[in-house]
C-alpha cells in the first residue's frame, strides 16, 4: 500500500473496532480473562515464545538509561560513571519480582550499558534470564563483516555469556551512511555476508532467537518481511514502537514513522511474536497535563498515567515484553505493580485511551524520547534537553500563547524563560543550531530536528522581545 492509501486506511480505523481490541479475549466487555500463553499463578504476568517456549515477563528491563554515580543517567551526565551498585539493587529488585527480560545494546550509555548489565546478571544463574542485545553497526565504517563480528563477540564479552536469547539488528528503516533505508539494510546486513553469518550462529546456539527493532515507513517495512514470506530468513520476533498515542497517530506526528496499529497487524498476521519500546514514548505518557490526568483519574482512580499506558501496551496478543528504561527503583516497583499481573484493557477502556490519544495529538508536542542518538551534537546543543523543556510546558499546560489568548500569558512567559535558561545553558539553545542535519540520520522518530530548532529559536525569540 502507498502512503496516502495507508494514512486513508489508518483514519478510517480510528472510527472502526480497533485491531487492538479484537486482539484480546475479552468477557462481554469486562476486564478480559489472561491472554493465551499467558502464566496464571506466577505474580508477574508471563507470555510464551511460541517459538522456543520461554517464560517471558511482561515486564522487560530496559538497559538504555542506567544510573550513573553524579545522579540521573549518562544522557544528563555523560562524563559520570555508571553506578554499579544501584544497577546490581535493580537487577535483584526485577529477578526477585519476576522480571526476567533485559534488553541492552553496544551504544547505550556511552557504550558502557552491556558491560554493566552483564556485570549485574553474572551474579545470578545464567538460566534465571534472558538478555536480549543488538547489533548496532550504524556506521558504514563498521559494516564490514569483519567488524560486525567483532561487535557480537564484544557484546558476548561484555555480558559474560556465550549466547544470547534475543538477538535484533538494530534500528532498520532508519537509513544511514547516505543510502535509504533499503540500502542502509542491505549493506548492513545483506551485501557483507552477516544476516548469513548470524544464521549460522543460531544453528551453532550463539543466538537462540534472531529479529529486528524497527524505525521506518511501511514500504521498509514491506522490504523486510519480504525475506520473512519468501522463506529467505525467518524472523522469529521483531521490537516495534507501541503505545497509545502511536496507534493511530505517529504517521501523523512524523510522516516518515508508521501508525503501531500498521506494524503490530503485519507482524501479528504472519504469527511474529513482538517486543514493545517506548510504552511511556519517552516518559510522556506518564506526565499529562492536569486535564488529562484528572480525566484519567476520573475514569479509573487506581491507574495512574504511566500505568494506563503499559496496561495498553501489554494488552495485545503477540505481545512478549513491554521494555521499559528504568532509571529509579519506584519507577521499576510502580510497573512492576502494573503487570503482576496486568489488569488487561476491556474493548471499551481501549476506545476510551485512542480517544484521549486524539486530545492529546492535538497538544502538538515533540515527539523525542530522549533515546540521545542525535547527541553529541557538533556545535554543542542539548538537543534532547530543549525538547524535554518544551513539552514539559505543554504537558504541564503552561506553555505561553503568543497570539493574545493566554490571560496567565506574563507568568507562563516568565516561567519558560526562567526554566528554559535553568534547564540548558545559553550556548547550547536552540539558537546555536546551524541546520548542518548531522543529528537528522540518527533520530529514530524521524524527527526534523533543525527545523524543530529553527521553530522554538522563533518562539524564544518572540517571548523574550514581548513586553513585560
Not at 36 to 44: D, K, L, Q, R, V
Not at 127 to 132: L, P, R, V
Amino acid at each position: 500500500m502507498d502512503r496516502r492509501e495507508f494514512i486513508k486506511h489508518s483514519a478510517a480505523a480510528v472510527a472502526a473496532t480497533s485491531v487492538l481490541a479484537t486482539a484480546c479475549k475479552n468477557n462481554n466487555g469486562k476486564s478480559p480473562l489472561p491472554l493465551e500463553g499467558e502464566s496464571e499463578g506466577a505474580s508477574m504476568s508471563l507470555r510464551t515464545n511460541p517459538n522456543t517456549g520461554d517464560q517471558v515477563s511482561l515486564l522487560g528491563f530496559g538497559m538504555m538509561r542506567l544510573p550513573v554515580q553524579a545522579g540521573g543517567t549518562a544522557r544528563e551526565n555523560p562524563d559520570s560513571p555508571i553506578d554499579q551498585d544501584a544497577v546490581n539493587e535493580m537487577v535483584d529488585y526485577a529477578l526477585e519480582h519476576g522480571v526476567n527480560f533485559f534488553d541492552t545494546s553496544p551504544v547505550y550509555c556511552q557504550g558502557l550499558s552491556e558491560r554493566a548489565t552483564g556485570i549485574a546478571l553474572s551474579r545470578h544463574p545464567r538460566k534465571s534470564y534472558y538478555i536480549s542485545t543488538k547489533l548496532s553497526n550504524f556506521s558504514p565504517e563498521i559494516w564490514s563483516l569483519k567488524e560486525s563480528k567483532a561487535m557480537f563477540e564484544h557484546s558476548l564479552k561484555d555480558l559474560q555469556t556465550d549466547y544470547i536469547d534475543y538477538l535484533l539488528l538494530h534500528g532498520l528503516g532508519m537509513g544511514g551512511g547516505g543510502r535509504d533505508a533499503d540500502g542502509a539494510f542491505r549493506g548492513r546486513f545483506i551485501e557483507n555476508g552477516l544476516l548469513d553469518w548470524l544464521v549460522e550462529q543460531k544453528r551453532k546456539g550463539r543466538i537462540r532467537n534472531l529479529g529486528f527493532s524497527f524505525h521506518g515507513s511501511p514500504e521498509a517495512l514491506a522490504s523486510i518481511l519480504r525475506l520473512h514470506d519468501e522463506g529467505k530468513y525467518h524472523w522469529d520476533f521483531a521490537l516495534i514502537e507501541l503505545n497509545y498515542l502511536d496507534w493511530h497517530y505517529a504517521n501523523e506526528i512524523n510522516a516518515r514513522n508508521t501508525d503501531a496499529e500498521y506494524l503490530y497487524g503485519e507482524l501479528e498476521k504472519r504469527g511474529i511474536p513482538m517486543l514493545v519500546m517506548e510504552p511511556l514514548l519517552g516518559g510522556r505518557l506518564a506526565k499529562q497535563p492536569d486535564a488529562i490526568t484528572a480525566r484519567m483519574r476520573k475514569k479509573d482512580s487506581r491507574f495512574s498515567p504511566a500505568a494506563w499506558a503499559f496496561r495498553f501496551a501489554g494488552t495485545p496478543k503477540g505481545i512478549l515484553s513491554v521494555l521499559s528504561g528504568m532509571t529509579y527503583m519506584e519507577h521499576m516497583r510502580e510497573n512492576i505493580a502494573t503487570y503482576s499481573p496486568l489488569v488487561p484493557l476491556s474493548d471499551e477502556e481501549n476506545e476510551w485511551l485512542l480517544t484521549l490519544a486524539r486530545d492529546i495529538y492535538e497538544l502538538k508536542a515533540i515527539p523525542c524520547t530522549a533515546c540521545n542518538y542525535c547527541m553529541p551534537c557538533p556545535y554543542g546543543l542539548n538537543i534532547p534537553g530543549i525538547f524535554a523543556h518544551y513539552n514539559k510546558c505543554i504537558a504541564e499546560g503552561t506553555m505561553p500563547s503568543v497570539d493574545g489568548r493566554d490571560n496567565e500569558f506574563q507568568r507562563n512567559r516568565r516561567a519558560f524563560l526562567v526554566g528554559y535558561d535553568r534547564a540548558v545553558p545559553s550556548v547550547r539553545q536552540a539558537d546555536h543550531c546551524i541546520g548542518c542535519d548531522h543529528c537528522v540520520s540518527h533520530c529514530p522518530q524521524r524527527i526534523d530536528i533543525p527545523k524543530e530548532m529553527q521553530r522554538i529559536d522563533r518562539f524564544v525569540d518572540q517571548l523574550r522581545q514581548a513586553n513585560s
